[in-house]
């Protein structure tokens, strides 16, 4: 079975510029998988952040943004901000119906 | 606006049953297809279950097939997710999702969620 892979943390420093990244136990992603990012504080439903690779949600600052870097899907975020203190999920549209979720990348901002 | 609203969830029992409903509106709701995601305490997102919207054609992760039905009534707006032979580790809040655009299948729009307790 196929694991979508995320970082498990990463921090940045405010102001700062940090990459997540989203990628798969075996293969490369790629805009056929339709990369979308989320990004969720405890007790709150998740925020879509970015879809279909790179297209951003509605009023999602333009500090966010999504690509395809090598063999993965990244977000990522410019001048960071206190607020921007969260976990961040990937999923990835596998075909046939089914989508899979990474394991989320809890962000610190410090 | 799009505004997703779950219901049904509650305490029930292992081996039990729940039904579980999503009321859509802002949009036409029979031209997307829809997605239940859930996510267990302390843990990360799962998606669980789609639905097509053109033919009714569904989807299940391994981890609740054979158990779970999605359906939906395109005159009622409303998407269901029937539970059976629930197990504790399907306690989990549950969210009903739509994706930005008709030809996607990834989530967009998110409702609040509805908590499933699985527990004797």
């Known amino acids: 079975q196929t694991v979508v892979t995320q970082e498990p943390s990463f921090s940045v420093s405010p102001g700062g510029t940090v990459t997540l990244t989203c990628g798969l136990s075996s293969g490369s992603v790629s805009i056929n998988y339709y990369p979308s990012w989320y990004q969720q504080t405890p007790g709150q439903a998740p925020r879509t952040l970015i879809y279909?690779?790179?297209t951003r949600s509605s009023g999602v600052p333009d500090r966010f943004s999504g690509s395809i870097l090598g063999n993965k899907a990244a977000l990522t975020i410019t001048g960071a901000q206190a607020d921007d203190e969260s976990d961040y999920y990937c999923?990835?549209?596998?075909?046939?119906?089914?989508?899979?979720f990474g394991g989320g990348t809890k962000l610190t901002v410090l | 606006e799009v505004q997703l609203l779950e219901s049904g969830g509650g305490l029930v029992q292992p081996g039990g049953s729940l039904r579980l409903s999503c009321a859509a509106s802002g949009f036409t709701f029979s031209n997307y297809g829809m997605s239940w995601v859930r996510q267990a305490p302390g843990k990360g997102l799962e998606w669980v279950s789609g639905i097509s919207g053109s033919d009714g054609s569904t989807y299940y992760a391994d981890s609740v097939k054979g158990r779970f039905t999605v359906s939906r009534d395109n005159s009622k707006n409303t998407l269901y997710l029937e539970m059976n032979s629930l197990r504790a580790e399907d306690t989990a809040v549950y969210y009903c999702?739509?994706?930005?655009?008709?030809?996607?299948?990834?989530?967009?729009?998110w409702g609040q969620g509805t908590l499933v307790t699985v527990s004797s």
């Open positions: 999702a739509k994706p930005a655009r008709e030809w996607l299948w990834n989530p967009d729009s």
């Open positions: 279909s690779t790179n």
């Open positions: 999923v990835l549209y596998m075909g046939s119906g089914i989508s899979v």
